[in-house]
């Protein structure tokens, strides 16, 4: 089954810096969701971009989405500790009912 | 508003033995998702339930798993005759339904331990 791939797996930031973590998948899409998991913890829904949007803003976050290269972006600006975490895309195929993730990034902000 | 109920947080099993896992979903969402997740890897899907439906299963085992959403009551995921390698955390997400899976909201699961 298709799933997304995460690049870098870790990052290691100062407070106040951005982090950038990279995604891509194989087939067409749905839609892209980011998800963040702290250790221990369940996983909380980020940011849901739909195959006919391009770039999506929440807060902090931006989510960019170029289906010609199937691959996703997420943009964490001006990081803070408390943004250490685990980061998850997820994509849906069409006609699938599944949210499939990838191995996740782990992002550690140095504060 | 509570939100996805997992229960037990931990469940420590010896081989052999079964292990019930229960998730309630979140007010108003008729559809559940289990997922498994090994240390340091994402979440594998395993089964997606409505109720007393299961809509697709193709990510479960076919020998000693089984899960199911009954009209009332929580959605149980059962392990029967556990090995040490169904050591994992067991996620449950739940979502209103539609078209196609939209956000989920998971539990914080179910750390299962075989010894």
């Known amino acids: 089954s298709q799933q997304g791939e995460e690049d870098p797996q870790a990052l290691s930031i100062q407070e106040g810096e951005n982090a950038t973590m990279n995604c891509s998948y194989k087939?067409?899409?749905?839609?892209l969701q980011w998800y963040r998991q702290n250790s221990g913890r369940g996983l909380v829904h980020l940011i849901l971009?739909?195959?006919?949007?391009r770039e999506k803003h929440s807060g902090r976050l931006r989510v960019t989405l170029d289906t010609s290269k199937k691959s996703s972006s997420l943009l964490i600006t001006a990081s803070r500790a408390a943004d250490t975490a685990s980061y998850f895309c997820?994509?849906?195929?069409?006609?699938?009912?599944?949210?499939?993730f990838g191995k996740g990034n782990q992002v550690v902000v140095i504060p | 508003n509570a939100g996805v109920m997992q229960n037990p947080r931990h469940l420590v099993r010896r081989r052999g033995q079964e292990a019930r896992l229960r998730c309630s979903p979140m007010k108003g969402h008729s559809h559940v998702y289990w997922y498994r997740q090994l240390p340091e890897e994402g979440l594998k899907f395993m089964v997606y339930l409505q109720k007393e439906n299961i809509i697709d299963e193709s990510g479960m085992p076919k020998e000693r798993f089984s899960a199911e959403f009954p009209k009332e009551g929580p959605s149980i995921l059962r392990i029967q005759q556990v090995v040490r390698g169904d050591s994992a955390a067991y996620f449950c997400?739940?979502?209103?339904?539609?078209?196609?899976?939209?956000?989920?909201?998971f539990g914080e699961g179910s750390r299962l331990t075989v010894l």
């Open positions: 997820a994509t849906v195929i069409y006609g699938n009912n599944r949210l499939a």
């Open positions: 087939t067409s899409i749905n839609n």
């Open positions: 997400a739940s979502s209103r339904g539609g078209d196609g899976p939209g956000e989920l909201f």
């Open positions: 971009i739909r195959s006919n949007e």
